[in-house]
């Protein structure tokens, strides 16, 4: 399976907007569902991201489909920087902005939308570049790692946080639990019947270890590492331009 034709919606709308859509419809509900449905493991994920980032002492930080902000203000934290977070869709944006001005950062994040295959920033501008959960959502992967590789700067590197797949033993009860038991609580709290089946469908479809680390060498980054965080449920990518 294609993993750039795994859609939200059947719908004849392009992925790119669906996946707006989809976020649109979903972004009241989504902090609580993410937590709830990771049991939190989610936020030991972003650290682990933010600890092997902050190695590069980066002074300015782009955080693409930075969603609710989670990943970009626990960036600023950890690393000091000025974080640029930019999503494709506005209602997960507003939760961020409230988010960001709760924790009284909004001079140190800037939240802006945009879209991750048309960056609109110019080529070699950002020390580390970031993203959590977002790129699996890209409608073309290849097209969007190309830019996140432009507007980083050279011999700097892109971190990419994603879900894998649980290999071993405990496979075949991580998937039952993400094909039935997180879509029917993802349909019952936010109320979108299709968002939390796309979930699984858009993980099983997405190449991920060596496959992905073989996208990012052929996109163009020189060196490319990875860590499996939690029996391989979710991968960190170190690509370095």
Not at 209 to 226: D, H, P, R
């Amino acid at each position: 399976m294609d993993h750039n034709k795994v859609t939200p919606y059947n719908s004849d709308n392009s992925k790119k907007s669906q996946v707006e859509d989809m976020f649109d419809n979903i972004a009241p509900k989504y902090d609580l569902l993410n937590h709830v449905l990771s049991m939190k493991i989610d936020v030991l994920w972003r650290n682990t991201l933010v600890k092997w980032l902050n190695k590069d002492q980066p002074k300015s930080v782009l955080d693409v489909a930075t969603g609710t902000g989670d990943l970009a203000i626990a960036v600023q934290k950890g690393t000091q920087a000025q974080v640029t977070g930019l999503d494709l869709s506005q209602q997960m944006l507003n939760v961020g902005i409230e988010k960001v001005k709760k924790q009284n950062l909004s001079d140190k994040i800037t939240m802006i939308k945009g879209d991750a295959e048309h960056l609109p920033f110019e080529d070699n501008h950002f020390d580390a570049v970031t993203v959590a959960f977002g790129v699996r959502n890209f409608e073309n992967l290849e097209k969007g790692l190309a830019q996140l590789k432009r507007v980083v700067k050279n011999n700097k590197s892109v971190y990419i946080l994603e879900f894998s797949k649980v290999e071993g033993l405990m496979g075949p009860l991580y998937m039952f639990y993400f094909k039935n038991i997180l879509p029917a609580i993802g349909k019952l709290v936010s109320k979108d019947n299709r968002a939390y089946t796309y979930l699984p469908d858009s993980v099983n479809a997405f190449p991920f270890g060596e496959k992905m680390k073989n996208i990012l060498l052929q996109t163009g980054f020189s060196n490319v590492e990875y860590k499996k965080l939690s029996l391989g449920i979710a991968t960190i990518y170190k690509a370095t331009k």
